[in-house]
């Protein structure tokens, strides 16, 4: 049986998350893998409160995959991108120390937040995120991927396939971009 964590905001996280999503991708795709799911969060979970409390809902769970969807909730709160990146790189040392699990950690997705100025965070935040890949840890560029979709489905001045409802609330159609993205972009193989 393999332990997965998905540990993040709304996005990630049930009720509207994508995080069980993967799940049933991975579950279709692997039938013979035995996998138990934990998704704890909460809809404005920021990068401290994940921090404070990774050590039991990711740490205690003796995960095998750790999959954190963190960061917009701080961005909605024009947090400072250089602080959630040390933030995020204390919480991925803080797994790496305690688990053998392999880490997953995903950008923020910019169109998805209201304001310019946040916008502006998010692309500073998400530059400084890949150097924190490594032999455990795996950068998934979300943010890329979903402005492509939103590029491509324009539908006339202005109007956009809608994937996000409010910035921490998925559509449908969101749910199931965003966990083929993320589905895609990770070596689930060594699961």
Not at 115 to 128: D, M
């Amino acid at each position: 049986m393999k332990n997965l964590v998905f540990y993040g905001d709304g996005l990630l996280c049930p009720p509207e998350g994508y995080g069980e999503d993967i799940v049933d991708l991975l579950v279709m795709q692997h039938p013979e893998t035995a996998v138990q799911s934990f998704h704890p969060g909460e809809k404005a979970l920021t990068l401290e409160a994940g921090f404070k409390g990774a050590p039991f809902h990711v740490v205690g769970k003796a995960p095998d995959w750790v999959y954190l969807g963190l960061g917009l909730a701080d961005l909605l709160h024009s947090a400072d991108p250089k602080i959630m990146r040390e933030t995020l790189e204390s919480l991925l040392q803080l797994i790496l120390q305690k688990t053998r699990a392999q880490i997953a950690f995903t950008s923020v997705c910019e169109a998805f937040l209201p304001e310019e100025s946040q916008r502006e965070q998010a692309k500073i935040y998400n530059a400084s995120l890949s150097s924190l890949s490594g032999e455990r840890t795996f950068f998934v560029d979300l943010n890329t991927s979903v402005n492509q979709f939103l590029e491509k489905h324009r539908q006339g001045p202005g109007e956009k396939r809608a994937l996000h409802l409010l910035p921490l609330q998925l559509t449908s159609m969101g749910r199931v971009f965003m966990s083929h993205t993320a589905l895609k972009n990770l070596p689930w193989d060594n699961l």
